[in-house]
């Protein structure tokens, strides 16, 4: 088959963007010919859709007044936005090749560009495209979507976020989302988890990367707590910082925090206060991302690999409040790296079941309206603290525990299993 995966993005260290990769590594070695297809391609190779970036004005000033503070009447929005949705349409047929299978990444859940959701449904219902929308989250899952300001705008929600149909497939990537979408929606769909390349070869120091740590002006013997995710308010960033702040307090060497994801668009505001917070800390927190990318390259500059971070880490935190999966949890576990994370409700539901053995920050978090940031006990971040510091000065122990959490996701969230998944979907595709 000829399968199209297509983003707003790709080529990023984000969540969507790396499970994209993971999908077209899969779905090539089963012999099929994959198309990224995307607004940006970040250096990779696929068909570029200008109207579909996450940089678009037309699409930022949509979002804007769907959801924020209209500046319009309703019959003007609608107007700009159809003129949208034909743009978009029309740039896909200018450039879409024929394919048997257009999977969309959450375009047609999240609710970031509605009138893209509204131009691929039409484009793949009159070209008789069949669509399968990987829904990594969802628009209800996020504050941000939950006022429409518009009649129109809840309508489009309604008949496009997923759209229905013979011809559309869905998939949800945990169990809480499909229970939801069920409930919400009326619509069935298959659980595939992310899941990770754990037959690679492991991330190691080389000559490449034997440098970041001089690059990042981190000494050999300090050290380094890594946190992977982009930088979002649901990543809970401060919390990790609370937690090495604690680390630091009862550590002996120079301990530095390095956040190695971008800080999205919408997110300046809470990037700023991550940035404040940081200078009153007692460690160092390094924003990597200026040489971080999905993978390793020369150009105005050296770029690192995110795997490289892993490389240099003596431990990671994962702290989201909210997410879909988990992509940087599994890689750290690939990694054999040790983990401290906060249980999110789906690190609850889909992840612990499976037995990995993490240092826990408890489930328990508030959000502090005067500072901006999440907050959990002292008492809690302390002994999670020593916990680490124990396990780190014990390699023996160490060693056994990641090692058995590898040996988990490896029988749990690989490659091969993933292979599993799709060809039961390709299957019900091919038979529909």
């Known amino acids: 088959m000829r399968i199209g995966l297509l983003h707003f993005r ?41 109207s579909l970036s996450m940089k678009n004005e037309t699409n930022l000033w949509i979002h804007t007044n769907a959801f924020e503070k209209p500046s319009t009447d309703e019959t003007t929005f609608a107007k700009v936005f159809e003129k949208y949705v034909e743009q978009i349409y029309a740039e896909l ?68 976020f997923p759209p229905k149909g013979n011809d559309i497939f869905h998939i949800t990537i945990n169990n809480l989302a499909k229970k939801e979408l069920l409930q919400r929606k009326g619509v069935e769909s298959k659980v595939v988890p992310n899941v990770f390349d754990f037959d690679q070869p492991a991330w190691a120091i080389d000559d490449y990367n034997r440098d970041l740590r001089k690059t990042l002006n981190i000494d050999e013997n300090d050290l380094v707590i890594l946190h992977g995710t982009r930088i979002v308010q649901r990543k809970a960033i401060e919390i990790a910082m609370d937690f090495v702040e604690e680390l630091k307090a009862i550590e002996s060497r120079t301990v530095h925090f390095v956040i190695a994801g971008f800080a999205e668009k919408e997110s300046q505001q809470y990037y700023e206060r991550l940035v404040k917070k940081a200078q009153a800390m007692s460690f160092t927190t390094h924003f990597a991302h200026p040489i971080v990318r999905q993978s390793r390259h020369l150009n105005d500059r050296k770029y690192y690999s995110l795997w490289d971070t892993y490389v240099v880490a003596d431990a990671v935190t994962y702290t989201s409040v909210l997410e879909g999966w988990g992509n940087q949890l599994i890689e750290a576990v690939f990694a054999r790296k040790p983990l401290v994370v906060f249980e999110y409700p789906v690190y609850k539901s889909d992840i612990a079941p499976l037995g990995f053995d993490f240092i826990s920050l408890s489930d328990k978090a508030v959000y502090n309206e005067k500072t901006g940031f999440y907050e959990i006990d002292r008492s809690v971040l302390q002994k999670a603290a020593l916990k680490l510091k124990e396990l780190l000065s014990n390699q023996e122990i160490l060693q056994e525990k990641v090692q058995r959490n590898y040996y988990i996701g490896k029988k749990h969230l690989s490659l091969e299993n993933l292979r599993e998944c799709i060809n039961e979907i390709l299957i019900t595709v091919a038979s529909s």
Not at 96 to 103: A, K, Q, S, Y
């Open 10 to 50: 790709v080529g990023e260290t984000d969540g969507v963007s790396l499970e994209m990769e993971k999908w077209k590594t899969v779905l090539e070695r089963m012999n099929h010919e994959v198309i990224y297809i995307a607004g940006e391609l970040n250096q990779c190779a696929g068909v570029k859709i200008p």
């Open 93 to 160: 047929e200018k450039k879409m090749p024929t394919i048997d299978l257009l999977v969309v990444n959450n375009v047609l859940s999240l609710g970031f560009n509605l009138a893209a959701a509204v131009a691929i449904t039409r484009y793949a219902q009159r070209k008789r495209t069949k669509l399968l929308g990987h829904h990594h989250d969802f628009y209800w899952e996020r504050e941000r979507y939950s006022k429409p300001q518009y009649n129109f705008v809840q309508e489009i929600l309604d008949n496009y």
